[in-house]
């Protein structure tokens, strides 16, 4: 596609449902990365993919969130048992390859916990 | 990779050029200066990045000081348009991972 798209673009659960956030790269796009994005702050690093390989996870805050990227393709963050301080706008990006560090960002998914 | 240093706000008149600084006095030889922006409900976009020389896009200019400490995003002429988050980022070359954004500077472009 053109660029990174995102979906949905709006989410709304219940506390203690579970969500599952798309993120379709742009084709040919090595690295794909999840970021969140809280109201008023900057970007903050969640999980890191090249191809299909999970190589850094450490920004995930706790086991309820979990990514998988199966084909080294389309990625999917996974959120169980929301909780109110999950709500927040997620970002997916993609990058072509080593090198440079040009991302290119989805328009994000806003989810919002109730 | 080294912290960054930037302003919290910044006006700006239309059709003015705007200009954004950013401190980076622990950078590194190796380590590129990386200027993204976040429009209201957008994702970042990348705009320009540099290492030691002035470098310059259809969207912005690049100014790096000789010692590497600080740099300078320009917009030439600034339009209401881009009004935003402006995220400097120092990244070592080549290497693998994630950016890490701090806050950023808000610009608000006036009429």
């Known amino acids: 596609g053109a660029g990174v798209s995102q979906s949905p673009r709006y989410k709304v659960a219940k506390r203690g449902q579970d969500v599952a956030l798309r993120c379709d790269p742009i084709s040919g796009h090595v690295s794909l990365f999840w970021y969140q994005q809280a109201l008023g702050q900057g970007p903050e690093f969640l999980t890191y993919?090249?191809?299909?390989?999970?190589?850094?996870k450490s920004g995930l805050p706790s086991d309820r969130f979990f990514a998988e990227r199966p084909e080294g393709s389309v990625s999917t963050l996974k959120i169980q048992r929301t909780q109110q301080e999950d709500s927040a706008v997620y970002l997916c990006?993609?990058?072509?390859?080593?090198?440079?560090?040009?991302?290119?960002f989805g328009s994000g998914t806003q989810l919002s916990v109730l | 990779d080294a912290k960054t240093t930037q302003p919290t706000s910044m006006d700006c008149a239309e059709g003015r050029a705007a200009n954004l600084p950013c401190n980076h006095s622990t950078i590194s030889g190796n380590e590129y200066v990386y200027w993204y922006r976040q429009i209201h409900s957008q994702g970042p976009q990348y705009i320009i990045h540099?290492?030691?020389n002035n470098e310059t896009n259809e969207m912005a200019s690049l100014i790096i000081t000789e010692d590497r400490k600080s740099s300078t995003l320009i917009l030439p002429h600034a339009t209401l348009r881009d009004t935003a988050v402006y995220y400097c980022i120092v990244r070592a070359g080549g290497s693998q991972g994630n950016l890490i954004f701090g806050k950023g500077t808000k610009l608000s472009v006036k009429p």
């Open positions: 993919f090249q191809n299909e390989a999970q190589l850094d």
């Open positions: 540099g290492l030691k």
């Open positions: 990006a993609s990058r072509s390859g080593q090198g440079d560090f040009k991302l290119f």
